[in-house]
T-cell receptor, first 113, second 113 residues
Framework: GENVEQHPSTLSVQEGDSAVIKCTYSDSASNYFPWYKQELGKRPQLIID?????GEKKDQRIAVTLNKTAKHFSLHITETQPEDSAVYFC????????????FGTGTQLKVEL | NAGVMQNPRHLVRRRGQEARLRCSPMKGHSHVYWYRQLPEEGLKFMVYLQKENIIDESGMPKERFSAEFPKEGPSILRIQQVVRGDSAAYFCASSSGGAETQYFGPGTRLLVL
């Protein structure tokens, strides 16, 4: 089955700096890659997603890039703010079987003042 | 415009008891997914259901766990004879189609004493 690896497990940045989180996946058939943000004790919230027919997608301070050949995708957050502090999860899914998500192990992002 | 609803939010059971977790999908969504999150870990897929059908239960333990999504009412994840290792947060997600974005509920935090 699909395996998703995520790095780093923890990331500390200064407010205003950029943060980058990287994920790799194993199944070349995977074609959908969402990113979720989870604050302590809360639900995972979708922040951005990308499908395999595009290489990059941007939404204000958040961008995701996808390299299908290398089977990796990354989350980029620019101009980080304290409210960006949370755990971020990448995930991957492939067609058929209903799009079940395989998640990475999460990155604890801390934005320091 | 209610999102995905889950109840109860917190559930305490003693070993050997049964746990019933309920999930009401977003309005218009007929696809439900259950995921389990152990402390300090990512989310693991358990089961995918459409109305009255289990589509994929490959992530659900074969014993003690069952899920349903009846024609009327919420989806239910049932855990019989709970053990301490069942303590976790159980999240459901819903989507409007098998290849569409999944939106998560607030989770049920199960504690087995």
């Amino acid at each position: 089955g699909e395996n998703v690896e995520q790095h780093p497990s923890t990331l500390s940045v200064q407010e205003g700096d950029s943060a980058v989180i990287k994920c790799t996946y194993s199944d070349s058939a995977s074609n959908y890659f969402p990113w979720y943000k989870q604050e302590l004790g809360k639900r995972p919230q979708l922040i951005i997603d990308i499908r395999s027919n595009v290489g990059e997608k941007k939404d204000q301070r958040i961008a995701v890039t996808l390299n299908k050949t290398a089977k990796h995708f990354s989350l980029h957050i620019t101009e980080t703010q304290p409210e960006d502090s949370a755990v971020y999860f990448c995930a991957a899914s492939k067609p058929g079987g209903g799009n079940k998500l395989t998640f990475g192990t999460g990155t604890q992002l801390k934005v320091e003042l | 415009n209610a999102g995905v609803m889950q109840n109860p939010r917190h559930l305490v059971r003693r070993r050997g008891q049964e746990a019933r977790l309920r999930c009401s999908p977003m309005k218009g969504h007929s696809h439900v997914y259950w995921y389990r999150q152990l402390p300090e870990e990512g989310l693991k897929f358990m089961v995918y259901l459409q109305k009255e059908n289990i589509i994929d239960e490959s992530g659900m333990p074969k014993e003690r766990f069952s899920a349903e999504f009846p024609k009327e009412g919420p989806s239910i994840l049932r855990i019989q004879q709970v053990v301490r290792g069942d303590s976790a947060a159980y999240f459901c997600a819903s989507s409007s189609g098998g290849a569409e974005t999944q939106y998560f509920g607030p989770g049920t935090r199960l504690l087995v004493l």
